[in-house]
């Protein structure tokens, strides 16, 4: 049973923010995950406190290391490595929760940072903020080349939203978006061979083009039947 980290009381719901004083509840994996401190230090900055990051092995059936901030609790992933850690924490979710995502998505972000873009704990160039996945409630950091940062809460907000049924929304979403694609596509190919058989059937210039209306009408027709069904 997990206890707010403020006042003490239990936590019920989605465990983020508590009910009683409404304080959002920091993550450490330790509440998450048990883990290892790894030797030496990274080389990599926190972007939030500006000291070298922890390098961690959360363990996941074999050696799986991330960098954390032992100060700010951020954590930051290498590409791949948030979905493997996701993918082999929580399982069994097949089913959406209205009820639950709702509850995550209304849980508001840190306030005592301002919304800007901040350094890549790699490279040290600025970062793009994405939004994590549909209905998350979390924008992340991300740096296309090195990873991507989360503050301290953001993971314990998005294991509650697949928890919550999350990844399930972002495949239908991603199914959608796939299927308008595709459909577009198909539009797009019919306008381009109707194009085609004008350019074909076009009289040449000077040629005679009495009969030319009358003879594209058959053909216009066969195409629009093609296309919409007519008469199927």
Not at 43 to 54: D, G, M, S, T
Not at 170 to 197: F, H, S
Not at 208 to 219: A, D
Request: glycine share 6%; hydrophobic share 35%; aromatic share 6%.
């Amino acid at each position: 049973m997990a206890n707010c980290k403020n006042c003490g009381a239990v936590l019920t719901g989605t465990l983020l923010v508590c009910d009683y004083c409404h304080t959002r509840q920091d993550v450490d994996l330790s509440v998450v995950h048990r883990f290892t401190v790894e030797d030496p230090q990274s080389k990599r900055i926190c972007p939030r406190c500006q000291i070298p990051l922890q390098t961690v092995d959360v363990r996941l059936e074999k050696k799986f290391l991330i960098e954390r901030c032992e100060r700010c609790l951020g954590l930051f992933f290498d590409p791949g490595e948030l979905e493997a850690f996701l993918d082999k924490t929580v399982t069994n979710v097949h089913a959406v929760d209205p009820q639950r995502l709702n509850e995550v998505q209304r849980v508001k972000r840190r306030d005592e940072y301002p919304v800007t873009y901040i350094d890549c704990p790699v490279c040290r160039r600025l970062m793009n903020r994405v939004n994590f996945g549909p209905r998350s409630g979390v924008i992340a950091d991300q740096c296309r080349e090195h990873g991507m940062w989360l503050d301290g809460g953001e993971l314990r907000q998005i294991l509650e939203w697949m928890k919550a049924g999350g990844k399930l929304v972002q495949k239908e979403k991603e199914l959608e978006m796939a299927r308008l694609e595709l459909e577009q596509e198909k539009k797009n190919l019919q306008i381009r061979q109707i194009d085609g058989v004008f350019a074909h059937t076009r009289p040449e210039p000077g040629s005679n083009s009495e009969n030319y209306g009358t003879n594209l009408m058959p053909m216009i027709e066969r195409l629009l039947r093609w296309i919409f069904g007519w008469g199927s």
